[in-house]
């Protein structure tokens, strides 16, 4: 696991000062960029490799599941319990193409019909793919620059989903990511993490309602 992204800009503890379970958790990914990109994914997200989902497969897949909960006096009463989702499909491709990227982004609203559980408590799912290429092509970069696909659920009673798409090009240091991929930030090796001036949840909520 390489350290190159694990500190630094972001303030956070390199990868080998964390607990050895958590390190022991995280696969090897046998590829220097998608080792880099899990020493930054690591601290929110639960990792996986060389996984198939629905025919499809990935070299990385990320998972974050987070709750907002407000209290009243004590953990036991809570109230307003929203929960904030998402998940991550990563793989290597030698040139990604338009046509790669609208099935997959039809594999992702399959991965939220059997993933989604819409209810008074979902508040959004994010499910993002990624591919990572020699080269993005400039059509492959223009449909990913315009692609937004948000789904509500229930009239938005019952939250919503996004499906995201990112192309990242590691050598040519060259990412293009949809509208509301923010997951990209941690892909952009060459650039450090920003520290956000407000919560998590805040982030999230100001993205999802907008």
Not at 33 to 60: C, Q, T
Not at 161 to 174: C, K
Request: hydrophobic share 40%; proline share 4%; glycine share 8%.
């Amino acid at each position: 696991m390489s350290d190159a992204a694990g500190g630094g800009g972001d303030g956070r503890r390199d990868p080998e000062e964390l607990p050895s379970e958590i390190r022991e958790a995280v696969p090897d990914y046998d590829d220097e960029y998608l080792d880099r990109v899990s020493d930054r994914l690591m601290y929110s997200y639960d990792l996986d490799a060389d996984v198939v989902v629905d025919g499809e497969r990935f070299d990385l897949t990320a998972e974050m599941r987070m709750r907002n909960q407000k209290q009243f006096l004590h953990p036991a009463l809570s109230y307003a319990d929203h929960d904030v989702m998402e998940y991550v499909f990563a793989r290597r491709v030698s040139t990604p193409s338009v046509g790669e990227l609208e099935r997959l982004a039809e594999f992702a609203h399959g991965v939220a019909d059997d993933r989604v559980e819409g209810n008074e408590q979902h508040y959004g799912t994010d499910i993002t793919v990624v591919l990572v290429g020699d080269r993005i092509p400039e059509a492959v970069a223009e449909f990913v620059d315009g692609f937004r696909d948000r789904t509500l659920l229930k009239f938005g009673y019952y939250g919503h989903y996004e499906v995201n798409l990112i192309v990242v090009a590691p050598d040519e240091e060259r990412l293009v990511a949809s509208e509301a991929a923010d997951s990209a930030e941690a892909l952009r090796l060459w650039e450090p993490v920003e520290k956000p001036d407000e919560g998590i949840f805040s982030k999230f909520a100001k993205r999802f309602w907008r």
